[in-house]
């Protein structure tokens, strides 16, 4: 059982607080994902649980025992770094071949690991070349085979498929997830990438200025974010807000239409760009730009003087200028508390 729990961690660098008090618990299996912009701590919170760095405060637990002051080799995962430190004077086999040697693995283990994980990241041919001859998406690759060969039951992943290009991160991206699946490793994987986030992830850490905002499934992240950030970060384009106004009786006026919603004293009406669809009643909007995406027509409006954004059928083609009555569907629509930017119900 490889749980990992970590509890209360901090970190500072000098004045600077990288993580505020973060409390997460990862299951066993489970593939979870540190989701956000670039600074806000996701990849200093996996050195820590890694070991490649000292919290300011705070414990981290892996499968039941207190890891936070053993040295990174002895808390029992394999991790692939972002400068994945393959040993460019070994070939891509010995690379891979690494660790078992280590562990003093026989030989036909050893064969069988190194060549069943080069096969899964597509390298099999390159198993004889020295690995400073490889591109970085090659050695990326290896690092990846070489961790995947220790069959360990934790693995993190910091970014792993950032050199790839677009076909092959699409291709390993799912080799990946079936192949952790398969083992039952538990994984911690850090992107900026929502895409890769959702596609992977059993859950989403979304991380912002060294909090965690929300930690849940990809469907509960994109439908059901906890703030206004997760709402803006996930889902390209993001959520749409525009203000509201109370009518009383959990009544609110928004850009002129009447919507049910919270019992609260102040609220932002908010909605994705594909729950809204023209009809003959609904929030007045102007087109500004249209962009035929192929399946479906990016329309960005302007609506009570806010942008917003809207998807619609690609047999649909409004020209800018044109004005547009956007009805919500009911049930997507959302509220956040303009103060605290928390999910009012
Ligand atoms: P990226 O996607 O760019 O790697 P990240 O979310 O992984 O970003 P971290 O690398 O965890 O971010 O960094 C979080 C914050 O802590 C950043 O503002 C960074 O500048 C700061 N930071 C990280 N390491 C140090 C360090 N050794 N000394 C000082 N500040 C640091």
């Known amino acids: 059982m490889a749980v990992i729990e970590i509890k209360g961690v901090a970190k500072s660098f ?3 607080t990288a993580l505020h008090s973060i409390d997460l618990t990862i299951a066993d299996q489970e593939f979870m994902v540190l989701l956000g912009a670039s600074g806000c ?3 200093t919170l996996l050195r820590i649980i890694a070991g490649l760095e000292t919290p300011s405060a705070g414990e981290v637990w892996i499968g039941g025992r207190r890891v936070d002051h053993l040295p990174a080799r002895e808390r029992g995962i394999a991790m692939v770094f972002q400068n994945y430190a393959v040993f460019p004077h070994l070939t891509v086999y010995e ?3 690494f660790g078992l040697r280590m562990k003093k693995m026989p030989q036909a283990e050893v064969e069988r690991r190194v060549t069943k994980t080069a096969e899964l990241m597509h390298i099999e041919q390159l198993l004889k070349r020295y690995s400073g001859q490889l591109s970085g998406g ?3 690759r290896v690092a990846v085979a070489r961790a995947l060969a220790m069959e360990p039951d934790v ?3 910091d970014e792993p498929l950032s050199n790839l290009d677009a076909l092959l991160r699409l291709e390993m991206r799912a080799e990946l997830k079936g192949v952790l699946a398969a083992s039952k490793t538990t994984t911690i994987y850090v992107t900026h990438d929502q895409v890769e986030a959702m596609s992977l992830a059993d859950r989403i850490s979304v991380m912002n200025g060294g909090h965690i905002l929300q930690a849940a499934d990809p469907v509960q992240v994109y439908r059901n974010p906890a703030t206004r950030f997760v709402g803006s970060f996930i889902g390209n384009p993001p959520m749409n807000f525009l203000p509201a106004k109370a009518a009383g009786d959990g009544q609110w006026q928004v850009a002129g239409q009447t919507f049910a919603g919270p019992s609260a004293g102040a609220a932002e009406f908010a909605i994705r760009p594909e729950d809204l669809h023209p009809a003959e009643q609904g929030i007045p909007a102007e087109v500004r730009v249209v962009e035929p995406l192929g399946p479906h027509t990016l329309v960005t409006c302007v609506a009570d003087g806010h942008p917003f954004r809207v998807i619609l059928d690609s047999t649909l083609t409004p020209i800018p200028g044109d004005r547009l009555h956007l009805a919500p569907l009911q049930d997507r629509i959302r509220w956040f508390d303009p103060e605290t930017q928390k999910a009012l119900t």
């Open 41 to 43: 701590g996701k990849t």
């Open 14 to 16: 000098g004045a600077f």
């Open 95 to 97: 690379n891979i071949a």
């Open 155 to 157: 693995i993190l992943m």
């Open 138 to 140: 090659q050695r990326q």
